[in-house]
């Protein structure tokens, strides 16, 4: 699979994911593509080289009868490619769909939709009608969980933008600033400093001793705001960001 800066420039491309919408519901030929999308042949192979190259798809050679072989298309792999954008706000992921069959799924889905699982699990087959009754419930639980998830990003771009009010009198050099937004982003990891000497562009010694600064403000931010001297034992359960910086 290619990476995500990959994927998002293949699919800016509308004839490609016009190859994607047909390519998901049934294998197809370049020819078939072709006719049913109105470009030619030749666009189509080179646009579906290029996708199977990224790995979005797969070929394989099918006998014909009435010449040489003939190479069919289809879709194999499953993710989800996820933006968020906002102010304060700025998330691209992907994400690998789970694998399994539907009771390895069931413990992780919803109450109403492990229903679902258990009723299908072990069928070879459905029935269209069945199917479409079935693709509903999962619709909506699918709306609501999405609706959920909606609201926590918003939440989460509130707490951000309230913090981020207080940034320049807290941290007057840039890089500090950056580096507290890169901790927001992930805030139950701990620091890479190769990453932060990549993303501020500097050697990274300069990015240690930045990061050693926001360890030292963020354990006397974290006392004062508390009254409490901040200790932890090693095995602790609390994110990085709870504990006391561990020596080199």
């Given at each position: 699979?290619?990476?995500i800066?990959?994927l998002?420039?293949?699919?800016?491309n509308?004839?490609?994911?016009?190859?994607?919408?047909?390519?998901?519901?049934?294998?197809?030929?370049?020819?078939?593509?072709?006719?049913?999308?109105?470009?030619?042949q030749?666009a189509?192979t080179?646009?579906?080289?290029?996708?199977?190259?990224?790995?979005?798809?797969q070929s394989?050679?099918?006998p014909s009868?009435?010449?040489?072989?003939?190479r069919?298309?289809s879709?194999?792999?499953?993710?989800?490619?996820r933006?968020d954008l906002?102010?304060?706000?700025f998330?691209?992921?992907?994400r690998?769909?789970?694998?399994g069959?539907?009771?390895r799924?069931?413990?992780r889905?919803?109450p109403?939709?492990k229903?679902?699982a258990?009723?299908?699990?072990?069928?070879?087959?459905i029935?269209?009608?069945e199917?479409?009754?079935?693709?509903?419930?999962?619709?909506?639980?699918?709306n609501?969980?999405?609706?959920q998830?909606d609201?926590?990003?918003?939440?989460?771009?509130?707490?951000?933008?309230?913090?981020?009010?207080?940034?320049?009198?807290?941290?007057?050099?840039?890089?500090e600033?950056?580096?507290?937004?890169?901790v927001?982003?992930?805030?139950?990891?701990?620091?890479?400093i190769?990453?932060i000497?990549?993303e501020?562009?500097?050697?990274q010694?300069?990015?240690?001793?930045?990061?050693?600064?926001?360890?030292e403000?963020l354990t006397r931010?974290?006392?004062?705001?508390s009254?409490n001297?901040?200790?932890a034992p090693?095995?602790?359960?609390?994110?990085?960001?709870?504990?006391?910086?561990k020596?080199?």
């Amino acid at each position: 699979m290619g990476t995500i800066d990959e994927l998002l420039s293949l699919l800016e491309n509308k004839v490609r994911r016009d190859i994607l919408k047909r390519l998901v519901r049934e294998p197809h030929y370049a020819y078939q593509l072709a006719d049913q999308i109105g470009v030619s042949q030749q666009a189509i192979t080179k646009h579906l080289n290029q996708l199977e190259k990224a790995g979005m798809i797969q070929s394989q050679k099918i006998p014909s009868s009435k010449g040489p072989e003939k190479r069919i298309y289809s879709v194999q792999t499953s993710f989800s490619i996820r933006i968020d954008l906002g102010p304060d706000m700025f998330k691209l992921e992907q994400r690998k769909l789970p694998k399994g069959g539907p009771m390895r799924l069931s413990n992780r889905v919803p109450p109403n939709s492990k229903k679902i699982a258990e009723m299908i699990s072990g069928r070879k087959k459905i029935g269209f009608d069945e199917a479409i009754y079935l693709l509903s419930d999962l619709e909506d639980s699918l709306n609501q969980l999405d609706e959920q998830r909606d609201a926590l990003i918003a939440l989460h771009q509130h707490v951000k933008n309230k913090a981020s009010t207080n940034l320049e009198n807290d941290f007057q050099h840039y890089e500090e600033r950056q580096l507290i937004h890169s901790v927001f982003n992930n805030p139950r990891e701990e620091l890479d400093i190769e990453q932060i000497a990549f993303e501020l562009q500097m050697p990274q010694n300069n990015a240690r001793e930045l990061a050693d600064l926001f360890y030292e403000k963020l354990t006397r931010s974290m006392a004062k705001r508390s009254g409490n001297i901040i200790a932890a034992p090693k095995n602790t359960t609390l994110p990085w960001w709870a504990t006391l910086r561990k020596d080199d």
